[in-house]
């Protein structure tokens, strides 16, 4: 019960990391605020923390949308009156495309959501928990901040404005008694990849196996709790040793092979 009456509101939380780490605050005593844009998939996970005889409530919303972010913090904090906790964890990895693939409308729609999406949580989260004196805010990353993936510019490019992001509003605000950390998932399996491509993508991991979504609930409750308490502007990494390697671990879903053709390019 370590966040016991923390009013937590996690972002996309209708499925995989999400939903995990909401069931986990669920469990952990905290008053869950569920995120998704899918209404059906957020109050599937509403339901499900409070069978497991959690509190949460549902908010549906776009992240990429001021005014359905507002709308949504609004709606907390009419609610409960205040946020402890946020997890920006909503975002888009798909449509994959090659760079010579892309488009602007591709670009901005990654960007929306990832990044601007991120920026705009934080923006409303923050002017509360300065007032409150207090908050822990958790912006989900990726190895793709600092390595890179194949066909994955715009995903890659969010995630290090996201930590760079996390680090300057580190500064911006700890005096107002706010800490602001990164989470970074390995390969998680959060579709339910077959027993062949579990291995595949789980041989070159160190710990000799893919992630499960409950893999990030600890570090996420630990970054939530009052245990983290002087920990703020850092990153945490939870990826069973894949960025600590030499040799890359099997995440590349495009090889070379697959790239664009020159002759098909307009």
């Not at 909401?22 to 996970?45: F, L, S």
């Not at 993508?201 to 710990?207: A, I, K, S, Y």
Request: hydrophobic share 45%; proline share 3%.
């Amino acid at each position: 019960m370590r966040l016991k009456n923390k009013v937590c509101i996690v972002t996309g939380a209708g499925k995989g990391i999400g939903e995990a780490i909401a069931m986990r605050y669920g469990a952990e005593g905290a008053k869950v605020v569920v995120n998704d844009i899918n209404a059906e998939n957020a109050e599937a996970t509403t339901a499900a923390i409070i069978a497991a005889g959690g509190e949460a409530i549902t908010a549906v919303a776009d992240v990429s949308s001021e005014e359905s972010v507002e709308a949504m913090f609004a709606a907390v904090m009419d609610t409960y009156g205040r946020v402890d906790v946020l997890v920006n964890n909503a975002g888009l990895i798909s449509p994959m495309k090659h760079f010579l693939e892309a488009d602007k409308a591709w670009w901005d729609m990654i960007i929306g959501v990832n990044l601007t999406g991120t920026f705009l949580c934080c923006h409303k989260a923050a002017f509360i928990m300065a007032k409150q004196g207090s908050g822990s805010i958790i912006n989900m990353s990726s190895g793709g901040a600092t390595k890179a993936h194949r066909a994955f510019v715009a995903y890659d490019a969010t995630k290090g404005g996201i930590e760079a992001m996390t680090r300057a509003l580190a500064l911006d605000l700890g005096p107002y008694g706010i800490r602001i950390n990164s989470l970074i998932p390995g390969s998680i399996d959060t579709t339910g990849i077959d027993e062949e491509g579990r291995k595949l993508r789980g041989v070159n991991v160190p710990l000799g196996r893919i992630g499960e979504p409950f893999d990030m609930t600890g570090a996420a409750v630990f970054l939530a709790s009052d245990d983290s308490e002087y920990i703020t502007g850092t990153r945490v990494v939870v990826d069973g040793g894949m960025l600590a390697q030499q040799r890359s671990a099997t995440v590349d879903i495009r090889p070379p092979q697959d790239f664009p053709a020159v002759g098909d390019l307009d």
